[in-house]
């Protein structure tokens, strides 16, 4: 580190930040990169904690990773780091078993299967049902080659484009499944995974969920067995043996520039460290707000990042059993758990959001009517421990500050509200529940100063004009990386992270 400069420094060492420069390492093996994080691990969100007394290894973020069959983007980039005969993978036979009054629905881990049994348990809905299938084979397949469309290795059809762009841009997913569909089940099924990338059915674009939906469905899932830390940490691997440096526990004070919009390099508690290329993989609001310096001027970059609107931010309750979770009900990896009354969550939702998220109101809109994605560690890998966790998108807006009577208060209520969700519908697992514990949205800020708490970096609705924020940014040498700019999920990050690799040329 008394190298007078790098050729680029990374502020955060986030899944982007790493994939990039794992990538970089690889393509040009002299190359001199420093990463910077405040946290103590690397990964960012894709990192673990552990509860030894418990036996546990808690994951903060990974579930499926999609694109993971043969013709998937992350398999191939993944392949292309060496990794996936390292990594230890799980391939699920479900895509996630739906609940609803104590009856089950799983579906194949497929969009053919999946289609034949939404069709046989809706046949009511079968052509619908064909209908959307086809948007997601044709308008989300061409969404998930975006990539590959910038670098023009997939030529779209124009007319499918032309078509989305007049029909479909400006719907969200709970206008174009209302208009496909009018039973309010299988509204939120087919809604559900937005989950994965933090918008409920009347925030995400639906032309970016049928992406979504075809990354998962038509192009494989899997799951990492050891979770996102060994992904993380294999991806710190390849950069340290290749010669670059990662200052954990670091807080990174500010960029640094010359005074004619030119970056030097950073400012830390432990030095600074010079560099004309800075990538920073952090939310570009706390970016703007704390890392530069009064002289440069952002003026237009603030304006474009006003909408740029954070995704959702989560609730998570932790839990770890007595027994195996498969021995008391849970048998899927992944289930997702939807009220009763399917069509109120998200009339709840939106009477939340202009009453300006009323505590009461948003807590039932939320916790209670809101679907619950559970995921059970221990069948994709008993090493960790019997755990199980429960994620539900929140808003951290009717949350009091950490530390308060109020703030413990509300947790202890978020976990008793979700734990009972889950005990309702697997109910062999009452009484066996030995540990609970939560990660509220306040929680993700402290741990990662993302606006909001979002853990899905922006959200990606209907109007995309924030997202190009950093377009014309006023600092020379600066880039961003993160789920702000790459879009929700790991394949995003590996593919954007992939594009960036792609335009280095050495200083």
Same mark, same amino acid.
């Given at each position: 580190? @008394?190298?007078?400069?790098?050729? &680029?420094?990374?502020?955060?060492?986030?899944?982007?930040?790493?994939?990039?420069?794992?990538?970089?390492?690889?393509?040009?093996?002299?190359?001199?990169?420093?990463?910077?994080?405040?946290?103590?691990? $690397?990964?960012?969100?894709?990192?673990?904690?552990?509860?030894?007394?418990?036996?546990?290894?808690?994951?903060?973020?990974?579930?499926?990773?999609? #694109?993971?069959?043969?013709?998937? @983007?992350?398999?191939?980039? /993944?392949?292309?780091?060496?990794?996936?005969?390292?990594? +230890?993978?799980?391939?699920?036979?479900?895509?996630?078993? &739906?609940?609803?009054?104590?009856?089950?629905?799983?579906?194949?881990?497929?969009?053919?299967?999946?289609?034949?049994?939404?069709?046989?348990?809706?046949?009511?809905?079968?052509?619908?049902?064909?209908?959307?299938?086809?948007?997601?084979?044709?308008?989300?397949?061409?969404?998930?080659?975006?990539?590959?469309?910038?670098? #023009?290795?997939?030529?779209?059809?124009?007319?499918?484009?032309?078509?989305?762009?007049?029909?479909?841009?400006?719907?969200?997913?709970?206008?174009?499944?209302?208009?496909?569909?009018?039973?309010?089940?299988?509204?939120?099924?087919? &809604?559900?995974?937005?989950?994965?990338?933090? #918008?409920?059915?009347?925030?995400? #674009?639906?032309?970016?969920?049928?992406?979504?939906?075809?990354?998962? /469905?038509?192009?494989?899932?899997?799951?990492?067995?050891?979770?996102?830390?060994?992904?993380?940490?294999?991806?710190?691997?390849?950069?340290?043996?290749?010669?670059?440096?990662?200052?954990?526990?670091?807080?990174?004070?500010?960029?640094?520039?010359?005074?004619?919009? @030119?970056?030097?390099?950073?400012?830390?508690?432990?030095?600074?460290?010079?560099?004309?290329?800075?990538?920073?993989?952090?939310?570009?609001?706390?970016?703007?707000?704390?890392?530069?310096?009064?002289?440069?001027?952002?003026?237009?970059?603030?304006?474009?990042?006003?909408?740029?609107?954070?995704?959702?931010?989560?609730?998570?309750?932790?839990?770890?059993?007595?027994?195996?979770?498969?021995?008391?009900?849970? !048998?899927?990896?992944?289930?997702?758990?939807?009220?009763?009354?399917?069509? &109120?969550?998200?009339?709840?939702?939106?009477?939340?959001?202009?009453?300006?998220?009323?505590?009461?109101?948003?807590?039932?809109?939320?916790?209670?009517?809101?679907?619950?994605?559970?995921?059970?560690?221990?069948?994709? +890998?008993?090493?960790?421990?019997?755990? $199980?966790?429960? @994620?539900?998108? +929140?808003?951290?807006?009717?949350?009091?500050?950490?530390?308060?009577?109020?703030?413990?208060?509300?947790?202890?209520?978020?976990?008793?509200?979700?734990?009972?969700?889950?005990?309702?519908?697997?109910?062999?697992?009452?009484?066996?529940?030995?540990?609970?514990?939560?990660?509220?949205?306040?929680?993700?800020?402290?741990?990662?100063?993302?606006?909001?708490?979002?853990?899905?970096?922006?959200?990606?609705?209907?109007?995309?004009?924030?997202?190009?924020?950093?377009?014309?940014?006023? $600092?020379?040498? $600066?880039?961003? /990386?993160?789920?702000?700019?790459?879009?929700?999920?790991?394949?995003?990050?590996?593919?954007?992270?992939?594009?960036?690799?792609? !335009?280095?040329?050495?200083?």
């Amino acid at each position: 580190m @008394n190298q007078p400069s790098w050729d &680029a420094i990374f502020v955060g060492a986030g899944i982007t930040s790493l994939a990039c420069a794992a990538m970089l390492v690889k393509r040009d093996p002299g190359v001199r990169l420093l990463m910077v994080d405040k946290h103590i691990v $690397v990964g960012g969100y894709a990192s673990t904690f552990s509860r030894p007394k418990q036996g546990a290894v808690f994951d903060c973020s990974l579930h499926k990773l999609s #694109g993971m069959a043969e013709g998937g @983007n992350l398999i191939r980039i /993944l392949r292309d780091l060496g990794l996936d005969e390292t990594l +230890d993978l799980v391939y699920p036979q479900d895509y996630f078993c &739906a609940y609803r009054d104590g009856t089950e629905l799983p579906l194949a881990n497929d969009a053919d299967g999946a289609e034949r049994q939404l069709v046989e348990r809706f046949p009511h809905q079968a052509e619908a049902i064909a209908t959307f299938f086809e948007h997601v084979r044709t308008y989300g397949r061409n969404g998930y080659y975006q990539f590959q469309m910038l670098d #023009g290795s997939f030529e779209p059809d124009m007319a499918q484009l032309r078509f989305a762009h007049r029909n479909l841009k400006h719907k969200t997913v709970r206008q174009a499944l209302h208009e496909l569909f009018d039973d309010p089940y299988l509204i939120e099924i087919l &809604a559900a995974p937005g989950i994965y990338v933090g #918008g409920y059915s009347e925030d995400l #674009g639906y032309l970016y969920y049928l992406h979504v939906v075809y990354a998962t /469905l038509n192009c494989g899932n899997a799951y990492v067995a050891g979770s996102s830390q060994h992904l993380s940490n294999l991806l710190a691997q390849q950069i340290e043996q290749a010669g670059g440096q990662i200052l954990l526990s670091t807080r990174v004070d500010g960029v640094l520039t010359d005074g004619q919009g @030119n970056a030097t390099g950073i400012s830390t508690n432990r030095g600074v460290f010079h560099s004309s290329r800075v990538y920073i993989n952090a939310s570009p609001h706390y970016a703007v707000q704390h890392l530069f310096a009064a002289d440069v001027e952002l003026a237009a970059t603030r304006e474009k990042l006003s909408g740029l609107k954070p995704a959702r931010s989560t609730t998570t309750v932790y839990l770890v059993t007595d027994l195996p979770p498969e021995q008391l009900g849970l !048998q899927h990896s992944e289930s997702m758990l939807f009220a009763d009354d399917p069509a &109120a969550g998200a009339e709840l939702r939106m009477a939340a959001a202009l009453s300006g998220y009323e505590a009461q109101l948003s807590e039932r809109a939320f916790w209670e009517m809101s679907p619950i994605e559970v995921t059970n560690y221990h069948a994709l +890998d008993p090493a960790a421990g019997q755990v $199980v966790c429960i @994620n539900v998108l +929140d808003s951290i807006t009717h949350w009091p500050q950490r530390r308060t009577a109020q703030y413990r208060a509300k947790k202890q209520r978020a976990s008793d509200i979700l734990v009972e969700r889950l005990l309702r519908q697997v109910p062999g697992l009452r009484g066996h529940v030995l540990h609970t514990e939560v990660a509220t949205p306040h929680t993700y800020v402290r741990f990662t100063n993302n606006t909001d708490g979002s853990g899905y970096g922006a959200m990606v609705g209907t109007d995309l004009k924030g997202h190009v924020f950093h377009h014309g940014f006023p $600092v020379q040498g $600066v880039q961003f /990386l993160s789920a702000w700019v790459a879009g929700p999920s790991y394949e995003a990050a590996f593919g954007y992270a992939e594009m960036k690799a792609r !335009q280095w040329r050495r200083a």
